[in-house]
C-alpha cells in the first residue's frame, strides 16, 4: 500500500532532472549531515469533503522545499521549477485513490546567513485532491 507520503517521495526521488540536481529527497527535517541543495516536504494539513455523510475526497497541502547553500537562489530556483513541472496537474500514485487534482498555490523564497555563508530556501505549497 502506498501513502500519500510514499508517493510523494517516488515521484520527487524517481525523476532524472531532480536526481541530478539535488543531493537528497528527505520527509520532514533533513538530517545534518545532509548535503546542498536538497529536498525536503511535508504534508501540512488535510480537509475532507463529504457528499451524503460520506467522505468523497481529502484536500491536502503539501509543501516542498529546496535548501541550498550558496550565493543566490538561483540553483533553488531552477530546482523548484522542475518540481513545479511534474507535480502541476500530475498524478501522485496512492493506493485506493484517484489523483483529483495537482496545483501550486504558492511559493516563497527566503534567505538565512549564518556568518559568511548564506542558505537559500524556496518553498511551494502545492494543493493535493485525492478521492
Same mark, same amino acid.
Given at each position: ?15 532524472c ?12 527535517i =533533513?538530517?545534518?549531515? !545532509? /548535503?546542498y ?5 511535508? &504534508?501540512?494539513?488535510?480537509?475532507d469533503?463529504? @457528499? $451524503? ?11 516542498v522545499?529546496?535548501?541550498?547553500? =550558496?550565493?543566490?537562489? !538561483? /540553483? ?6 522542475? &518540481? ?6 500530475? @498524478? $501522485? ?18 534567505d ?6 548564506t542558505?537559500?530556501?524556496? &518553498? ?8
Amino acid at each position: 500500500m502506498t501513502t500519500l507520503k510514499e508517493a510523494l517521495y517516488n515521484k520527487l526521488k524517481t525523476d532524472c532532472t531532480l536526481k541530478a540536481s539535488v543531493t537528497g529527497v528527505y520527509e520532514g527535517i =533533513a538530517p545534518a549531515s !545532509a /548535503t546542498y541543495p536538497f529536498l525536503s516536504y511535508q &504534508v501540512t494539513s488535510a480537509d475532507d469533503a463529504y @457528499t $451524503l455523510g460520506r467522505r468523497i475526497s481529502t484536500a491536502y497541502v503539501v509543501s516542498v522545499r529546496c535548501v541550498d547553500q =550558496a550565493a543566490s537562489p !538561483a /540553483t533553488a530556483n531552477t530546482v523548484m521549477d522542475r &518540481v513545479d513541472a511534474i507535480m502541476t496537474d500530475g @498524478t $501522485l500514485a496512492v493506493t485506493g485513490k484517484t489523483t483529483w487534482k495537482v496545483r501550486r498555490s504558492h511559493t516563497t523564497e527566503y534567505d538565512e546567513r549564518d556568518g559568511d555563508t548564506t542558505y537559500w530556501h524556496v &518553498v511551494s505549497d502545492f494543493e493535493v485532491e485525492l478521492a
